[in-house]
């Protein structure tokens, strides 16, 4: 059975493994995200993100992660969404709803008017489970980067 829970610092080598697995779902490199930079990030005195695991037993299967943003419309705040990853193994089962349902259950109990995300333009599995979530793009927005 699957449970969705929030991250503590004893997870942040399973973290660090998972982030790593995102890279190389994007095309990078597959290894390991520093443990020392997921603890500082994640569980250091301003954390930068809170993140959920959906775990089976002991092994995870995937993970959420959220930053709250203000302002949004009216001074409202938001959730924004900066990754929701399910390891290949674990895809089609219902954790990635899972993880999303949490993630807006997260939003709602903090007061966000929404829950934002952005998603690449070639990732049809990705753009297509947000279509059955009954999501719509927002064409109106433009993502900026600066490095």
Request: charged residues 25%.
């Amino acid at each position: 059975m699957v449970h969705i829970e929030r991250a503590t610092e004893r997870d942040a080598e399973a973290i660090a493994i998972l982030i790593g697995e995102i890279e190389a779902y994007y095309g990078g490199e597959k290894a390991p995200a520093d443990v020392t930079q997921v603890r500082t990030l994640l569980f250091g005195e301003q954390p930068a993100a809170t993140v959920l695991l959906a775990r089976d037993g002991d092994i995870v299967l995937g993970m959420a992660s959220y930053s709250f943003l203000w302002p949004a419309a009216g001074a409202d705040a938001s959730l924004f969404l900066k990754e929701l990853f399910v390891r290949e193994s674990a895809r089609r089962q219902g954790i990635a709803t899972a993880l999303m349902t949490r993630v807006q259950t997260a939003a709602s109990a903090a007061g966000c008017t929404r829950v934002e995300w952005t998603a690449d333009r070639n990732n049809s599995t990705a753009l297509d489970f947000y279509k059955a979530l009954g999501a719509e793009p927002h064409h109106d927005k433009m993502l900026y980067r600066i490095e």
